[in-house]
């Protein structure tokens, strides 16, 4: 497939899909369009343990299915998570390691940002990593702004653009401001204060799903781990050239 091809290519000129419009829908929900597509995001980080930079090839089947695999920049493989229905396989490819998992639960170190890992495909299609907290409902978005609250009592409010398109949001505990997210042409940039980090990301290809992805296995000599236990392996080199968006 073309994905394969671009991934092994390093994705040298491939122009940037656009968000796709969600103007009926709420920031935090992923557009119906975005299922059975896979999509290769290049990522890079900075904060205190140096610079580096990684890819992310996502293939969306549903929001009960979906991969996420990590691979650095000359091929390597990182991580890998399956999931169906709320359930799956987390693997560690550094460590050796792996993880069997049901509902949500937090990594230590996701250069993604400190957020559930179920979450994270909202996140890379530029919608907001959460949920408000279930009983009455939020209020509507005013105008071009949201705001509410999640189930652990965090907020979450921002800006919307034309179709519904999230232009940026700000996760607050209490009064205090701890991540922020905003949209930059065809970049997302997301900062961790607590952290002192930063994650950029851009989709660099989009493509439909010819089929469902079959399930991920573990490989032999993985041990097993508790997935709070789990560490996520650290991106490695400086950014290739032309990732830093400027």
Known sequence: MVLG?????????????????AASLSPWQIPQAAYGSQRLYRVS????????????????VSPARY??????????????????NDSGLWLNHRNKSYCLFEGRFDLSGVPLGPFPLLSLPSLLLGRVPAEPAEGPPPAEP?????????????RWYGGL????????????????????????DDWAILSDRERNAQVRWREALRENLDREPARLETPAGYRLVPCGEQEVPEPDGPGEPGESGE
């Open 45 to 60: 980080y900075s904060g205190p343990e140096g610079e580096g930079s990684f890819r992310v090839t996502l293939r969306l």
């Open 5 to 21: 091809s671009i991934l092994a290519a390093g994705c040298a000129s491939a122009p940037a899909p656009r968000p796709l419009p």
């Open 161 to 184: 653009g034309e179709d519904g398109v999230v232009l940026s949001w700000t996760l607050a505990e209490g009064s205090t401001p701890k991540v922020w997210w905003m949209r930059r």
């Open 67 to 84: 991969q996420l695999q990590a691979v650095d920049p000359v091929g390597r493989a990182l991580w890998s998570l399956d999931v169906a």
């Open 142 to 154: 005013r105008g071009r702004e949201f705001d509410f609250r999640d189930a652990t009592n965090r």
